[in-house]
């Protein structure tokens, strides 16, 4: 702690100005100290930006004002503090106020479910959903995913998941978010945002920002190495806002509640404390009005914390039950011993309270019905305090029947790769043979491994916290077997994917062949067969490659099916003869093999379209993450050198011709692109927002007598379990913190709740809203030309035309639905934002003056129309 204590103080003498971020995209090579960005370090901007109710905050503000007014100290510092890992019912609790009758606020995991809870549904995860690129399945998707948190008594559901974006796949969380491209991560976390906010559950979008790796993401012991400090990932300005940021922006201006901070650091600032991407970024240019909680022991201060933004620390404690706090009590003096304002205190709980009334969680409320940490129906409701012994899980059924759009979902998210003809299958083939333990249980049951830790059977969500449990899981083997049953047909299976002479012998008398395979990955606590979180190689796991070619040896008609976090290698198979069709299923969730006969016996027509690029090897995807410490016990420098080219950003600067490219996807049907139409909308020109903010409010007082905060004497202590009660009146020893008092230089500026200037690309939540400005309509016609009707998505791209810019960029999308033979209009906009890039000079967004070309296509590299942008007047 020392060592980071250490660590801020250095900065902190930087002089608070305006901020100067590293703006350079030179071209590096990996990440070698030679690197520009190496030892990058971020500047300090103060103070935090205080909620002001901008957009459409102003009732959930005035509600919160009202409320926090009447708050004593120990008041606001219980709402902004956890109690500690597993001393409530959620993964995280904070404090109650029992004086007003207002209950803990209860913090629960996952983006693709209810974690640690019985009767809840398993969705598909949200690198699956993305390849639907329907922005209406997003939406239900969050809204049914709320409805169900908001039944089991959750206030904040711990997703959904932006960062990592997916910089490399091999990133082990990659698949909880939805996209390496930051338009369809954008437009998908601002629907599940929605609709997750809808249903009166706080939104938390996670994790702000550049955790792009699990290996050494926190500070801490890791494997053979020793203690190794948290990963910095050091990045420019430019490629922030293009590409990093850019979807936590629709996220704010979606209306998010609140935003995790991650463990990583970013220009070798810990993410939780670093007040440029807190306070400058975020609650400054983004506007952002709800509040920033850490991630799970993510924060690593207390006062440099509180200055730099934090307005919540999960689960509270400095260490998973080490009963001690960052804040709690630290809070409590920091305020009275006059460290940190009062405002600052205030505006944390302006901020959690403003969110809960802009959700409507005040008539929304029900009380928390499960324990995540057993599933006993009588237990302790402070777990690791063993105390509070009574009713604990009510088993809630929360599911309704949401498995019905599960289904669905899964299906229409559902890739079609390659198909020589023989997809849709009738369900009438003579003898079908399913080979793989990928399509059937794991001898465990779907639950079986600790946070789906394993990789034993079908697979359909990864592993970690990122998890739900599932009610049942639809094997696809059980789907297949009961479709071609109730068809009279016969169909048997090798699932032991080492059986060679059994695969064989199968294999050779089949009319069809289905081969279910797959790659795995998740959080970096749990290592499965040598994964710790990230993936090692991007090949298939269980030997899948050598079980296709067993297969493929013996059948002229084998179809693979991939269940996979992300891109897999399929150089060895995709071209082969005997491989007739290859479908990539993602991670479908609980109706997996329902979902999946819906696509191959053509109940569906498969629509979805690849939400990342394959290539054909690792490298093509740009540098590696990192898997061993560089100096000892230094924070690794992982060096963003490539900048905004990841994924097909990437392939195209490089010219590699990917095997599958992002956008890609296949339909029982086929469409045709013509009639492209570009109309411009008058704008207004676009003015940078100025002028000043109000002064910080204070609501209350608070009496700086150590005596008013001590311990009441009737209160019953949980063990560990973090109170905001002191309990000394020597405020050194009420601390217990040996570097109590030192006499630090705080950032300039941090204690000024003075009016400050307002952030020239700011002005409302998600930036200045002239952004979203419409500059452009684009309009073609896309005709079905095939026989069945269909699913198509049509992509529009747009090349910005400067040196810097890569070839094309993803701007929009819509998924048609068309009739044979029959037409459909697809129409999109283009905003200001859409044709500008971030220019680090002026901190704000420019239209440069190259020339650029608006594409509208079936993918990224299948760009049919395209037209001159007449950015003249703008
Ligand atoms: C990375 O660095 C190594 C060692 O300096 C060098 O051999 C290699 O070519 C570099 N890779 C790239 C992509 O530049
Ligand atoms: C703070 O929260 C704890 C736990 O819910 C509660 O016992 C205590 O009474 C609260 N303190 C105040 C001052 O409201
Ligand atoms: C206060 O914070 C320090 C670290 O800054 C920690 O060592 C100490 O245990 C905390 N005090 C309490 C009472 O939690
Ligand atoms: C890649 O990792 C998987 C999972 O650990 C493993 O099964 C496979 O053998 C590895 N592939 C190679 C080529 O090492
Ligand atoms: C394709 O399958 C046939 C059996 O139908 C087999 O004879 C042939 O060797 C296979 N080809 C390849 C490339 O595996
Ligand atoms: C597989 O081989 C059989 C026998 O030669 C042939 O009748 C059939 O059409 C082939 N199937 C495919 C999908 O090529
Ligand atoms: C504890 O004492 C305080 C102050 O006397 C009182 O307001 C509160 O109701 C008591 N709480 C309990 C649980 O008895
Ligand atoms: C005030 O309290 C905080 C939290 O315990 C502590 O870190 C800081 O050193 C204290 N400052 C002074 C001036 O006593
Ligand atoms: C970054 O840009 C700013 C503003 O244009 C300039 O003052 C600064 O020198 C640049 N820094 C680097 C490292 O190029
Ligand atoms: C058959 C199989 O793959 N079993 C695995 C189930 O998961 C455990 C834990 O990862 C492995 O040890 C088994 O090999």
């Known amino acids: 702690m020392l060592r980071l204590a250490q660590a801020f103080l250095a900065i902190a003498l930087v002089q608070a100005q305006s901020p100067q971020y590293p703006n350079t995209t030179s071209p590096g090579t990996n990440n070698t100290d030679s690197s520009p960005l190496n030892n990058a370090e971020s500047p300090p901007f103060y103070p935090s930006p205080w909620i002001e109710g901008t957009g459409d905050w ?121 996209s390496p491209d930051p338009v369809l991560s954008g437009l998908a976390v601002a629907d ?62 979606a209306g998010t509640g609140s935003i995790m901070c991650s463990y990583n650091k970013v220009n070798n600032s810990q993410a939780c404390q670093n007040s440029y991407l807190q306070n400058y970024i975020l609650k400054g240019e983004l506007g952002f009005q709800g509040f920033i909680m850490s991630d799970w022991d993510a924060q690593h201060s207390g006062v440099a914390s509180t200055l730099a933004g934090l ?56 009380p928390v019905n499960f324990n995540s940490w057993v599933r006993d129906t ?57 080979f793989g333990n990928d399509a059937t249980d794991g001898e465990y049951g779907p639950n079986g491994c600790p946070d789906h830790g ?41 699932t032991d994917n080492w059986a060679y002479a059994q695969i064989a012998a199968l294999a050779k008398q089949v009319s069809v062949s289905i081969v279910f395979v797959n790659a795995d990955s998740g959080e970096g606590y749990i290592t499965v067969d040598g994964n710790a979180g990230d993936r090692n190689n991007l090949t298939l796991w269980q030997d899948g490659e050598a079980l296709i070619r067993n297969v493929s040896a013996n059948c002229n008609n084998t179809i693979v099916v991939i269940h996979s976090v992300g891109p897999v290698l399929v150089n060895s198979f995709y071209d082969s003869d005997n491989i007739t069709a290859i479908v990539w299923a993602g991670l479908p969730g609980q109706e997996s093999g329902n979902a999946i006969v819906d696509i191959l016996y053509g109940r569906e027509n498969p629509g979805g379209k690849l939400p990342f690029t394959i290539g054909s090897s690792a490298s093509e995807y740009g540098p590696d993450l990192i898997y061993e410490p560089i100096n000892d016990h230094d924070s690794p420098q992982d060096n963003f050198e490539e900048g905004v080219f990841i994924d097909y950003r990437a392939f195209d600067k490089q010219n590699i011709t990917p095997v599958y490219e992002f956008g890609f996807g296949l339909s029982y049907t086929t469409f045709n692109y013509s009639n492209i139409k570009v109309a411009k909308v008058p704008a207004s020109k676009y003015t940078p927002t100025t002028g000043q903010t109000k002064a910080a409010p204070t609501l209350g007082n608070y ?118 033979g029959k037409s459909a209009t697809f129409q999109a906009e283009i905003t200001r934002r859409d044709v500008s890039n971030w220019d680090t000079a002026s901190q704000n967004w420019v239209i440069t003056k190259f020339p650029k070309t608006v594409y509208v296509g079936a993918s990224s590299r299948k760009l049919a129309l395209s037209a001159k942008l007449d950015l003249s007047d703008f």
């Open 192 to 253: 599940t945002v929605r609709g997750i906010q809808d249903a009166g559950v706080i939104a938390c979008t996670k994790h702000y920002i550049m955790n792009e790796q699990e290996h050494f993401r926190s500070p801490g012991n890791f494997e053979d190495f020793g203690f190794v400090d948290a990963v910095s990932s050091n990045l420019d300005d430019k490629t922030l806002h293009e590409l990093y940021l850019w979807p936590f922006a629709d996220a704010v201006r």
């Open 311 to 366: 307005d919540m620390t999960m689960p509270g404690d400095t260490d998973f039950n080490s009963g001690q706090s960052f804040w709690g009590p630290n809070l409590t003096l920091s305020i009275i011993n006059g460290t940190v304002p009062q405002w600052r205190l205030d505006d944390a709980a302006l901020r959690i309270m403003a969110a809960y009334y802009y959700v409507g969680r005040d008539e929304a409320s029900v």
């Open 378 to 434: 009588y237990g302790y409701q402070h777990f690791f305090g063993k105390a509070g012994y009574g009713l604990i899980n009510q088993h809630v059924d929360v599911r309704a029947d949401h498995f019905r759009s599960i289904r669905r979902t899964a299906a229409k998210s559902t890739v079609l790769l390659k198909n020589t003809g023989v997809l849709p299958l009738s369900g009438t083939e003579k003898w079908t043979g399913v």
């Open 703 to 820: 009496s700086t007598d150590a005596a008013d905060y001590q311990w009441p004497a009737n209160l019953t202590h949980v063990n560990t379990y973090i109170y905001p009660y002191l309990n000394s009146t020597d405020l050194a020893k009420a601390s217990q913190d040996r570097d109590y008092g030192l006499n630090y230089t705080w950032p300039e500026g941090a204690t000024d709740g003075s009016p400050q200037a307002r952030i020239a690309a700011g002005g409302a939540p998600g930036g200045n809203p002239q952004l979203w400005d419409v500059l452009f309509t684009v309009g073609a016609t896309i005709t079905n030309t095939g026989s069945r009707s269909g699913d198509e998505v049509v992509q529009v791209y747009l090349s910005l035309g400067g040196p810097e810019d890569p070839k094309v960029v993803l701007r929009g999308f819509d998924r048609l639905s068309i009739q044979a």
């Open 58 to 178: 102003a009732a959930a503000y005035a509600k919160a004002q009202a409320f926090v007014s009447q708050l004593t100290l120990l008041e606001k510092v219980n709402l902004t503090t956890g109690t500690g890992w597993q001393s409530e019912a959620c993964v995280g609790t904070v404090g109650s106020i029992p004086r007003l009758g207002f209950d803990s606020l209860c913090m629960q995991d996952s983006p693709l479910g209810v974690r640690f809870a019985d009767y809840v549904s398993a969705f598909p995860a949200g690198g699956t959903i993305a390849a639907s690129w329907d922005r209406g399945e997003f939406y239900r998707r969050g809204y049914q995913m709320g409805r169900e948190h908001r039944e089991k008594g959750v206030d904040v559901q711990l997703g959904p998941v932006v960062g990592p974006l997916g910089r490399n796949p091999k990133g082990g969380r990659n698949w909880e978010g939805f």
């Open 454 to 494: 394993c990789n034993n059977g079908t697979l359909a969500m990864g592993w970690g916290s990122g998890t739900s449990d599932f009610p049942y899981l639809v094997t696809p083997l059980e789907a297949i077997k009961s479709k071609i049953a109730s068809n009279g047909g016969v169909v048997q299976s090798v």
